[in-house]
C-alpha cells in the first residue's frame, strides 16, 4: 500500500499503463512505483532501469512476481 499526504500533489488517471503487470526485470515504462500483485509489496523503480528480480525479497517461491504501475512520477 502507498501512503500520500497532500492530496493536492497527486492527480487520478486512467491511463493503459496502470492496468499493465510487467515481469521481474523488464525494462521499467514509467518511472514510479510499482507493486507486486502476489504479496502486496511497492518498489519504487526508474523508467529504463530494470523492475526488481524475482528474488529482491522473501517472496514465496511458487508464486510469480508480477508488478503492476500504482503511482507514477513525470
Given at each position: ?39 502486496g509489496?511497492n ?32
Amino acid at each position: 500500500m502507498a501512503y500520500y499526504r497532500f492530496p493536492q500533489y497527486l492527480d487520478q488517471s486512467d491511463h493503459a499503463a496502470f492496468g499493465a503487470l510487467y515481469e521481474p526485470g523488464h525494462a521499467t515504462p514509467f518511472s514510479g512505483i510499482y507493486r507486486c500483485e502476489t504479496c502486496g509489496h511497492n518498489a519504487v523503480s526508474t523508467e529504463g532501469h530494470p523492475l526488481p528480480p524475482q528474488n529482491h525479497h522473501q517472496h514465496p517461491s511458487w508464486e510469480a512476481i508480477r508488478w503492476r504501475l500504482i503511482v507514477a512520477a513525470h
